[in-house]
T-cell receptor, first 113, second 114 residues
Framework: DTAVSQTPKYLVTQMGNDKSIKCEQN?????MYWYKQDSKKFLKIMFS???????INETVPNRFSPKSPDKAHLNLHINSLELGDSAVYFC????????????FGPGTRLTVL | AQSVTQLDSQVPVFEEAPVELRCNYS??????LFWYVQYPNQGLQLLLK??????LVKGINGFEAEFNKSQTSFHLRKPSVHISDTAEYFC????????????FGTGTQLKVEL
């Protein structure tokens, strides 16, 4: 009965590889988000989708590409991974893009070697 | 643009003692204010939020926060902490005009000791 789930929980990979992180929410929400939490625990929004449409796109390298096949899913694909991409990535959702509470997934810890 | 400052990166406190975690923000527009908690190896969970009305907001687990517009602060308090309150606490803001873009502070690690 997990509300916001992410897979995988841990991801260890080599520099230069391409990887994806998947997010699913079963709350019936319209809006989903990706956040990056760095090694100092600083959280910063990367992207937001509302009804499968991109509405927030922060200054993120082009190597990061979000994809929303439907309202319940928001995946994050990362090309040509770099050491600096190592972080914890959190997915979140909210009923719509005006609602004030976001519900977070458990996070995916990405380690680039 | 908004920014959030949490001056205390770590706050050690003994069990059953009171605690205050400080949060100050800067914004050119009106904002909503939030406190989230992150337990070890978990995602973030909303503790409480201020949208409008009474400046004293009560949240889950006995926490409360007070919005002070003149000081642009939203400090979090609990009168008596428990070991289980050990976690990372994040203050965040989002513009009232919509978009729901959360800007977070750098977090405060609350460590409750026996």
């Amino acid at each position: 009965d997990t509300a916001v789930s992410q897979t995988p929980k841990y991801l260890v990979t080599q520099m230069g590889n391409d990887k994806s992180i998947k997010c699913e929410q079963n709350l019936g929400h319209d809006t989903m988000y990706w956040y990056k939490q760095d090694s100092k625990k600083f959280l910063k929004i990367m992207f937001s989708y509302n009804n499968k449409e991109l509405i927030i796109n922060e200054t993120v390298p082009n190597r990061f590409s979000p994809k929303s096949p439907d309202k319940a899913h928001l995946n994050l694909h990362i090309n040509s991974l770099e050491l600096g991409d190592s972080a914890v990535y959190f997915c979140a959702s909210s009923p719509d893009n005006t609602y004030n509470e976001q519900f977070f997934g458990p996070g995916t810890r990405l380690t680039v070697l | 643009a908004q920014s959030v400052t949490q001056l205390d990166s770590q706050v050690p406190v003994f069990e059953e003692a009171p605690v205050e975690l400080r949060c100050n923000y800067s914004s050119s527009v009106s904002v909503y204010l939030f406190w989230y908690v992150q337990y070890p190896n978990q995602g973030l969970q909303l503790l409480l939020k201020y949208l409008s009305g009474s400046t004293l907001v009560k949240g889950i687990n006995g926490f409360e926060a007070e919005f002070n517009k003149s000081q642009t602060s939203f400090h979090l308090r609990k009168p008596s902490v428990h070991i289980s309150d050990t976690a990372e606490y994040f203050c965040a803001v989002s513009p009232t005009g919509g978009g729901n873009k959360l800007t977070f502070g750098t977090g405060t690690q609350l460590k409750v000791e026996l």
